[in-house]
């Protein structure tokens, strides 16, 4: 946990209580009565000792490095337990008040009675956790640990270690009560802290992984909705003349986009972009309103049967009659969009769907921000009487998400150029 979170924790909880950070509900001592929840406002903090169980100095060699323990208005009594179980007894026994443990134990305290609450939780990523081997022991990987012993503190990560471990296919053989699956310990509606915590999630809580190529229309989408809704990615751009084997293993059909995250592998941008919106729901891009969103979805659909099609019609032509039928494709395209869509579903818009930008947007877009390229290429542009269209394009292009990864007319004409035959002067 961040230091400054488990301050955050602590400053209100002047009477305290669960790496998870475990609180007893009926804890504080302070010298006299313990104030009432809310009542802390009238509490003399000099008067107020927090007591903090702690298993391994982690806790208070942080907060000492970060220089979060000067100038606390309240004495802190630190007390050190070898486990995470008897930390909790402590705080049922309400000899401690707060104290930082793994996900297991409050689970199993919870599930006991212990009047205890899980006041804030952290997310460790995987590969800062080690199992321990002898020296000159020749396990390297988890699944070598098949048929060996594993040291684990009763009623402590007992229960996350056996997923993992079963997860790579090993088995741990013994059961005692603490093996039960956590879920059926807990009952069903107690499971959300065990369900952050639990630690095959964590082995998929790695940071969204995006391969794109940067001219690909496709894969703007994504970076779009990425962008828009700030999520951090790490983005990998793919050679798609020689696709490397990691990309090959995460995308099905070889394309671009394609996106990793929380074990979750998916392709194709429709798809990633609601995938996108369901994971990370703020800011919505799609409706809530079942018509509405049934609405966006066929407007996504119509980008991908209608226009990507008829703009590759024009790009592609190879003869002059190619390109007159492409340029009439595309024109018919763009004709249905201003008159069924924008004109019709937008209401003053400016977005397709009407005030909020939404995965439409992003669905079309891309193909707008390459149709300069295109009028230089092949003498294409829009239709002056298409305002609603040439206004929906002025709104999109000027949202910050788009504009931060907006690339210049230039590096599409270029692009493109390879794949206009004849050039565009025998068109002419
Ligand atoms: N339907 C796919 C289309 C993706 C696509 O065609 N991507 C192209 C680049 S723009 C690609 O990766 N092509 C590589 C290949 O086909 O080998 C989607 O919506 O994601």
């Known amino acids: 946990?961040?230091?400054?979170?488990?301050?955050?924790?602590?400053?209100?909880?002047?009477?305290?209580?669960?790496?998870?950070?475990?609180?007893?509900?009926?804890?504080?001592?302070?010298?006299?009565?313990?104030?009432?929840?809310?009542?802390?406002?009238?509490?003399?903090?000099?008067?107020?000792?927090?007591?903090?169980?702690?298993?391994?100095?982690?806790?208070?060699?942080?907060?000492?490095?970060?220089?979060?323990?000067?100038?606390?208005?309240?004495?802190?009594?630190?007390?050190?337990?070898t486990a995470g179980p008897p930390l909790l007894e402590a705080i049922n026994a309400d000899a401690v008040d707060i104290g930082a443990v793994g996900d297991t134990p409050p689970i199993f305290a919870q599930a006991a009675g212990a009047p205890i609450r899980i006041v804030a939780v952290t997310r460790n990523r995987p590969e800062y956790k080690a199992i321990l081997v002898p020296k000159g022991s020749s396990v390297r990987a988890l699944r070598e640990l098949k048929g060996k012993k594993v040291a684990v503190a009763k009623?402590?990560?007992?229960?996350?270690?056996?997923?993992?471990?079963?997860?790579?296919?090993?088995?741990?053989?013994?059961?005692?009560?603490?093996?039960?699956?956590?879920?059926?310990?807990?009952?069903?509606?107690?499971?959300?802290?065990?369900?952050?915590?639990?630690?095959?999630?964590?082995?998929?809580?790695?940071?969204?992984?995006?391969?794109?190529a940067k001219a690909c229309p496709f894969a703007h989408r994504t970076?779009?909705?990425?962008?828009?809704?700030?999520?951090?990615?790490?983005?990998?751009?793919?050679?798609?003349?020689?696709?490397?084997?990691?990309?090959?293993?995460?995308?099905?059909?070889?394309?671009?986009?394609?996106?990793?995250?929380?074990?979750h592998r998916i392709w194709e941008s429709a798809i990633i972009n609601e995938y996108l919106d369901e994971a990370f729901p703020d800011p919505p891009l799609l409706p809530r309103e079942p018509g509405r969103r049934a609405l966006a979805r066929i407007w996504i659909d119509h980008a991908n049967t209608r226009l990507v099609p008829a703009f590759a019609q024009l790009l592609r032509a190879e003869t002059p009659d190619q390109e007159a039928e492409g340029r009439k494709a595309l024109g018919d395209v763009l004709a249905f969009l201003e008159r069924e869509a924008l004109s019709r579903s937008s209401g003053p818009g400016p977005y397709w769907l009407g005030a909020d930008v939404s995965l439409v947007d992003f669905a079309f877009y891309?193909?707008?921000?390459?149709?300069?390229?295109?009028?230089?290429?092949?003498?294409?542009?829009?239709?002056?009487?298409?305002t609603r269209l040439r206004a929906w394009i002025d709104a999109v292009e000027a949202r910050d998400a788009v504009r931060a990864i907006a690339n210049p007319v230039d590096f599409y004409v270029e692009r493109y150029a390879k794949l206009v035959k004849p050039a565009k002067a025998t068109a002419a």
């Not at 296919?169 to 952050?196: D, H, I, K, N, Y």
Request: glycine share 8%; charged share 25%.
């Open 366 to 386: 891309p193909w707008f921000e390459r149709l300069p390229a295109v009028d230089r290429l092949r003498g294409f542009s829009i239709p002056a009487e298409l």
């Open 223 to 263: 970076r779009l909705a990425l962008e828009e809704k700030a999520i951090d990615a790490e983005l990998i751009e793919v050679d798609l003349q020689n696709k490397p084997r990691a990309f090959v293993d995460a995308s099905l059909y070889g394309k671009v986009p394609a996106i990793e995250h929380e074990g």
């Open 155 to 212: 009623g402590s990560r007992r229960g996350s270690c056996r997923r993992r471990s079963r997860s790579r296919g090993c088995s741990t053989g013994g059961s005692t009560t603490a093996s039960r699956p956590v879920e059926r310990a807990l009952g069903p509606g107690r499971q959300s802290a065990f369900r952050v915590a639990d630690a095959t999630k964590e082995d998929r809580m790695t940071k969204l992984r995006l391969y794109s």
């Open 1 to 81: 946990m961040p230091i400054a979170a488990l301050l955050d924790a602590l400053a209100p909880l002047r009477h305290a209580a669960a790496a998870l950070l475990a609180l007893s509900v009926a804890a504080c001592s302070k010298a006299g009565d313990a104030p009432a929840a809310g009542e802390s406002a009238a509490v003399d903090l000099a008067t107020v000792t927090l007591r903090i169980g702690e298993q391994t100095g982690i806790v208070k060699s942080g907060l000492e490095a970060a220089g979060q323990l000067e100038g606390v208005p309240y004495t802190i009594e630190w007390a050190t337990f």
